[in-house]
């Protein structure tokens, strides 16, 4: 009989098994402080409940255009003039089924089987897996604490012929970020080379002093990728959406059309409403500022004292190398010894995350300060 194909063969997440671990302990009747997830601790701002609730006794909540609704991709393309001061036509937005439905679409539409995709590690893992799913090769950009864990023109110059770039800021796991000199030497350099730059700019407004610089500031050819998930709280609404540029337009239209017919419709009435929901967003955005203070604060004392910037998003990339060769068995042991679940480096890094975990701080402030307590005695 003939087996699976070889290009579904991707690494699993192993955040995944950390929490089925942590799932197991409670289970068992075990307390566990979630610093593994990747997720807001909070439901979708009011106003898209409120949004959702109503279109469900008024809508038929049938198809939308493959591209989604006429008037969330007009409230999206006000977001990028609200926000960054950049025109972006409604008609080059593409609403899709998460930023993760979205990556799919831009590496398709981009990329010819074999071409050569350069990103960063540490990096959030789907990405080096969809593309080798979809046949894309992944070039690795091994980053350091010196460059922000953020990939330079140097390393781009060192890494033979690219068709493109994958840019994530604040990024997974490291929350650091590119300033607009950096993202613009990136631009400028994908645009001398011919390389498509494409920027996952999921955590922005998650950000901790400097605002986030969008790819389209300086590359107004760039392919962006964005979410409601994280911002705006919305994870399990399964939407997002991209910004195109003209020459990919049609060919994501095509594709969305026949993967997906549509993103998910609820989803897309509800997230039209998140654009009149800021200051809920921001609220969620002050309590990750206080947490994040919290473990910047106690973790060195505790005994993690090479932390990330953390910058942005909701999380700390720490070097363990201290403790640890073995991220895995350090988190394993954590969970079981002191209840903590966190995400070995190993997910976003698989060469050097032995020596590295994440800690997220999307959860409750009583939380971080419990962990901080723990890992004192423990470390
Ligand atoms: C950097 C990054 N990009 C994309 C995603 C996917 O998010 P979603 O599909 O919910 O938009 C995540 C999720 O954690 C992420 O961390």
Avoid at 7 to 32: H, K, L, N, S, Y
């Amino acid at each position: 009989m003939r087996g699976p194909s070889s290009r579904g063969d991707v690494d699993p997440f192993i955040v995944m098994q950390v929490m089925a671990a942590a799932a197991e302990r409670e289970a068992a009747g075990g307390d566990v402080l979630h610093l593994e997830v990747g997720q807001p601790s909070t439901s979708a701002p009011k106003g898209v409940l409120a949004a959702t609730r109503a279109a469900l006794d008024t809508n038929l909540i049938g198809y939308t255009l493959p591209l989604g609704l006429p008037d969330l991709r007009q409230r999206i393309a006000g977001h990028y003039r609200d926000w960054y001061d950049v025109d972006v036509p409604a008609e080059r937005i593409a609403v899709t089924t998460g930023s993760s439905g979205g990556f799919t679409l831009a590496f398709l539409s981009a990329f010819e089987h074999g071409a050569r995709v350069a990103l960063a590690s540490p990096g959030y893992p789907a990405y080096r897996n969809i593309l080798s799913a979809l046949g894309v090769d992944v070039v690795d950009l091994p980053t350091e604490a010196n460059d922000r864990f953020q990939p330079t023109v140097a390393r781009l110059n060192d890494s033979g012929p690219l068709d493109g770039v994958i840019v994530a800021s604040p990024s997974n796991p490291t929350g650091t970020m590119l300033d607009a000199p950096a993202m613009k030497a990136i631009a400028d350099w994908c645009r001398t080379n011919d390389v498509r730059l494409i920027s996952d700019e999921i955590y922005h407004g998650i950000s901790f002093g400097h605002r986030s610089v969008s790819a389209l500031e300086s590359a107004p050819d760039a392919l962006v990728i964005n979410s409601f998930s994280k911002y705006f709280s919305m994870t399990g609404w399964r939407i997002g959406w991209m910004v195109v540029p003209p020459d990919l337009i049609d060919a994501v239209e095509r594709l969305a059309a026949n993967f997906f017919i549509s993103p998910p419709t609820l989803s897309q009435i509800g997230a039209t409403a998140a654009f009149d929901c800021y200051d809920e967003a921001q609220a969620n955005v002050a309590r990750y500022a206080r947490n994040r203070e919290i473990l910047l604060n106690d973790l060195p004392s505790a005994g993690l004292t090479d932390l990330a910037p953390a910058d942005g998003a909701f999380y700390i990339y720490a070097n363990v190398a201290q403790h640890t060769n073995d991220s895995e068995d350090f988190c394993r042991r954590m969970l079981a010894e002191i209840g903590i679940a966190c995400t070995p480096g190993t997910d976003f890094d698989p060469a050097r995350g032995h020596a590295s975990i994440r800690l997220s701080f999307a959860g409750s402030g009583e939380d971080m300060a419990e962990a901080c307590r723990r890992l004192k005695g423990w470390l």
